[in-house]
């Protein structure tokens, strides 16, 4: 099958799935807000933001290497591997929990939780090995191009579990419960759920880890990777730790849904870079640059068309967006927009990443991620004080465009990759028209409740967008994918050939 079908189909699965999954995040951030309160949530997010960290110490860039190793060797060998890094993982993820157990309290004190971060914490560290667990057996199925199966256990499983165990606790047992249970009871279900499967694709059982041995390949690649991942994750929750250290939980569970809702938007570079990783890393492996050129510019214009119409709604109604949460988070208005806004020069070309980390630039993503993360942590640390939420939204934008800039640099110098495709002009312009309309809805619609506000917005920019696009044409590539994932649209298309 074709690369680019390949992609689609696999990218519109993980799409989907990613799009469910956050919006049950979405609808627990929500959920939380009304139920629990905004300090509550700003301890949710919190705990996240460590435990999130705690899975990047442990997963070690094991993830990245089973994505770059599984998908050059066969038979044996591709067993010997997946076997290492399960191995591995599991016994890091098992240092990492009881650490985090250990210094609970401390670290519940420096981010201003109390008693209710510290029990969250402990809930969330005792069941780390499930969680890593399940994140790597669904990297190696991954790295065999299938990723329904981690697309389910982590963004269908684990996200509903985490809301219906928040509501359930919430009515039953009260506050504590319903933060403190979730983090235990859903990577529980979704390593039982995931684990058979993971031993039909790839053949390896608990015996295989358990005598696996060290793979110095493996972990060689690894190393860089995990700096560079860990880098990443603490770049992309400084801005709730440094709320957390410099002002207390209740600004952070105002700021939480601006930070998240914004994220939103990065599903679809997670979908998408998910199956590109594999084929870029056998392109660059064969020594196919132009491969690797075609297929990051083709996934970049396809991420920026989908994410365009999701952008202008978060940028144009910020305070409808908002309004969702309840009447005391309206000031994240500005910080939704500057993170939206961040956000999509993030999906737009965060693909980077992923190509410098296949095709042997690993060592200077870590530069990268190193340097945007220290300086985040100054401007957090010089305009948190000051404008609070914004400034944490305006150090994350101010940074996100420097690390852009310098990612496309690299890819023109060292892969001859186009600083700006010109087939984007496409998507880009058909947002600006869209946006004009869209704002045309806003001020002459008749008064109406924000909700029906942003959906008759939504899908009115949709309709706009879609139809400029097909007005511009669609590329050959695009017109392929459509015709082999829809045959029906071919067969009529030949039917009304002259």
Not at 166 to 186: D, E, H, Q, W
Not at 332 to 342: I, K, Q, R, Y
Not at 367 to 396: T, Y
Request: proline share 4%; hydrophobic share 60%; charged share 15%.
């Amino acid at each position: 099958m074709k690369r680019e079908v390949t992609i689609a189909r696999e990218g519109g699965i993980a799409m989907a799935g990613f799009a469910f999954g956050q919006l049950f995040r979405f609808a627990y951030n929500l959920a939380a807000a009304r139920l629990l309160g905004a300090e509550a949530l700003g301890t949710y997010a919190l705990v996240v933001a460590v435990m999130q960290v705690g899975e990047v110490l442990a997963v070690g860039g094991l993830d990245a290497g089973l994505l770059r190793f599984v998908s050059q060797r066969e038979g044996e060998e591709r067993k010997a591997i997946i076997a290492a890094a399960m191995k591995r993982s599991a016994l890091a993820s098992i240092l990492v929990g009881v650490l985090l157990l250990l210094f609970s309290g401390p670290i519940a004190g420096v981010l201003h939780g109390g008693g209710l971060l510290q029990l969250a914490l402990c809930s969330a560290a005792a069941a780390l090995p499930l969680a890593v667990m399940t994140m790597m057996s669904g990297f190696a199925m991954q790295a065999h191009r299938r990723l329904l199966p981690k697309v389910l256990a982590t963004q269908v499983i684990q996200p509903v579990l985490l809301v219906l165990t928040m509501v359930t606790a919430r009515y039953v047992s009260g506050v504590n419960a319903a933060l403190a249970l979730p983090f235990a009871v859903a990577p529980l279900v979704a390593l039982v759920w995931i684990l058979p499967g993971f031993r039909r694709m790839t053949g390896v059982g608990v015996s295989d880890v358990l005598h696996a041995e060290g793979n110095r390949e493996l972990s060689r690649f690894a190393l860089p990777l995990l700096a560079v991942s860990l880098f990443t994750m603490l770049s992309h929750w400084i801005d709730v730790v440094m709320l957390g250290l410099l002002t207390d939980v209740g600004k952070v569970g105002h700021y939480q849904p601006a930070a998240r809702t914004a994220g939103l938007l990065r599903s679809t570079l997670i979908a998408f870079s998910g199956i590109a990783a594999p084929m870029i890393a056998g392109y660059h492996g064969r020594q196919e640059i132009e491969g690797v050129r075609e297929t990051y510019e083709m996934v970049n214009r396809w991420i920026v068309t989908m994410v365009m119409v999701p952008f202008l709604l978060l940028v144009l109604f910020p305070a409808d967006v908002l309004s969702v949460f309840g009447k005391g988070f309206a000031d994240g208005t500005v910080a939704l927009v500057l993170l939206a806004v961040a956000s999509l020069l993030n999906v737009s070309f965060g693909l980077g990443n992923t190509v410098l980390a296949m095709s042997g630039g690993e060592r200077l993503s870590m530069i990268n991620q190193a340097v945007a993360l220290v300086l985040q942590a100054l401007l957090h640390w010089l305009l948190i004080p000051r404008f609070g939420l914004n400034g944490a939204a305006l150090s994350m934008l101010a940074v996100t465009v420097l690390l852009t800039l310098a990612r496309m640099i690299q890819l023109r110098n060292l892969l001859n990759i186009p600083v700006l495709s010109f087939k984007l002009w496409k998507p880009l312009t058909a947002g600006v028209v869209a946006g004009a309309v869209m704002l045309a809805v806003r001020y002459t619609a008749l008064p109406m409740p924000p909700l029906m506000l942003l959906g008759v917005a939504g899908v009115t920019g949709a309709v706009v967008f879609a139809l400029l696009i097909r007005a511009f044409g669609l590329e050959p590539e695009e017109l392929e994918v459509i015709f082999k994932l829809i045959p029906f649209l071919k067969r009529q298309r030949s039917t009304e050939a002259p």
